[in-house]
């Protein structure tokens, strides 16, 4: 049998794709309409290990779509559509979510040195490439290949398609950030630098209750989240868990507000347009949770969260009013009350924090690669990387023992 002519093309705009098309490659296998329900099942004879992912919310035409038709994530952002098009026979067969970029903004993992040095060298490190799911530090697909096809053919595809895309867009890098490790295990075959850094995901080992989990934590720790829960409540505040139709304009409102509050303090202009919100809202509210406090009739604080077959993905969070330890129940204890009573298995609880140790979030690799097309650059990245990867891993396992868990069974309660 003659294996299918395989060609590619990078689009400007996710809407050349069409949702079936785009949905089949990422998330194979399964219908989404919007429901977390996937598979992260191999097929036998993947070599690579790169089939059939979990639901991710981040990855579907609707949640990319919507940051492109709300102006989030555009040519005047600093996110110029690139979406790499594999067809095989003419039919699509694989695509990657790719961004061509004027800055380093909304990425969450820092390269703003290596741009700096280069230029100073008098390189030009912009426009570059960005392949990532904008303003969203989630691990997750990268490289998007729908079943019925070569699934390995079309991912090594895919991965050159990258190399050849960087030279015709004169862009300096290609970066694939929070990929799987599959994922970046394969493209280092093609030249990609490996970067890793670490996040504080919370593990689900089957518990049915909060109280399951609290008991695995040894006295200090357990006592001190029942102290946090209820003092964050103390002042009258009621939250409220919202998915679906419960998420009315008036919540998406409030929501925004907190959003536009704490991001204009931490990074001075957040990404996300209002209409995104209400766009996520119309398409994909089933993989929304929306934990909102509320305290004399009206919302004070919120947290949003997208949910996976697996995962429940933590993201932005915001206050009007701040109170002690709101924001640990809003995004934390409520997050994991939640994936309990679904049976997810993990918390991915966003970037950053040393402080979730202590409450039940441990340390997990993440995954960047990074196509460097300077060969001098390269060098001076691949040199600094080697030292960076042996000091994550390092302060990952230190970080690990700090863990709030009993480490022995006869622990006094």
């Given at each position: 049998m003659?294996s299918p ?8 705009s ?12 990422a998330?194979?296998g399964?219908i989404?309409n919007?429901h977390?329900?996937g ?8 070599s690579?290990?790169l ?5 991710n ?6 949640f990319?779509s ?6 989030s ?6 996110w ?6 594999a067809?095989a026979n ?9 961004y061509?970029k ?10 703003r ?7 100073r060298a008098?390189?030009r ?6 392949v990532?799911?904008?303003f969203?530090?989630a ?40 990929a799987r ?6 493209l280092?075959k093609?030249?990609?630098?490996q970067r890793?850094d670490q ?20 006295s200090?720790?357990?006592?001190s989240?029942?102290?946090e ?7 009258g505040i ?11 304009e008036?919540?998406w409102?409030?929501?925004f ?7 204009s303090?931490k990074?001075?202009r957040p990404?996300?347009?209002r209409?995104f919100?209400?766009?996520i809202?119309e398409?994909?509210s ?18 949003i ?12 969070w915001?206050a ?7 924001h ?9 009350d ?7 298995t ?17 340390p997990?690799t993440?995954?960047?690669a990074?196509f460097?097309a ?7 990245i ?5 030292r ?22 006869n622990e006094?309660s």
């Amino acid at each position: 049998m003659a294996s299918p002519e395989i060609t590619l093309e990078a689009v400007p705009s996710i809407g050349e794709v069409s949702a079936e098309d785009w949905d089949a490659c990422a998330h194979p296998g399964k219908i989404c309409n919007g429901h977390g329900k996937g598979t992260s099942s191999a097929l036998p004879g993947d070599s690579l290990g790169l089939s059939k992912p979990a639901y991710n919310p981040f990855v579907s035409h609707a949640f990319l779509s919507a940051v492109e038709k709300s102006g989030s994530a555009t040519i005047r952002t600093g996110w110029g559509p690139r979406h790499l098009v594999a067809k095989a026979n003419g039919c699509v067969a694989g695509v990657v979510p790719c961004y061509l970029k004027s800055h380093s903004q909304g990425e969450y993992v820092f390269d703003r040195g290596w741009a700096d040095a280069y230029e100073r060298a008098g390189g030009r490190y912009y426009p570059k490439l960005q392949v990532s799911v904008p303003f969203t530090p989630a691990t997750g697909p990268r490289l998007l290949v729908r079943d019925g096809v070569d699934r390995e053919g079309i991912t090594e595809a895919l991965a050159s398609g990258l190399v050849a895309l960087c030279g015709v867009s004169k862009a300096s890098s290609v970066h694939v950030t929070f990929a799987r490790e599959a994922e970046w295990k394969l493209l280092a075959k093609h030249g990609f630098l490996q970067r890793t850094d670490q996040q504080f995901h919370w593990h689900n080992e089957g518990f049915s209750t909060f109280d399951d989990f609290l008991a695995t934590l040894n006295s200090r720790h357990r006592k001190s989240i029942k102290r946090e829960r209820r003092d964050a409540l103390a002042a009258g505040i009621t939250i409220h868990c919202l998915t679906g139709k419960d998420i009315t304009e008036d919540a998406w409102d409030a929501f925004f507000m907190f959003y536009m509050e704490t991001g204009s303090r931490k990074w001075g202009r957040p990404y996300l347009t209002r209409e995104f919100f209400s766009l996520i809202g119309e398409t994909m509210s089933q993989d929304v949770l929306l934990v909102m406090a509320r305290r004399n009739d009206r919302w004070i604080a919120g947290a949003i969260n997208f949910i996976g077959s697996d995962t429940l993905f933590g993201r932005n969070w915001g206050a009007v009013e701040h109170h002690p330890f709101l924001h640990f129940e809003v995004c934390y204890y409520q997050a994991i009350d939640f994936a309990i009573n679904r049976g997810l298995t993990y918390v991915e609880a966003g970037a950053q924090g040393e402080h979730k140790i202590a409450r039940g979030y441990l340390p997990r690799t993440t995954h960047s690669a990074h196509f460097i097309a300077d060969p001098g650059l390269r060098r001076a990245i691949d040199d600094y990387l080697e030292r960076e990867r042996a000091y994550v891993a390092e302060a990952g396992r230190e970080l690990a023992e700090l863990g709030p868990f009993r480490k022995g069974a006869n622990e006094a309660s």
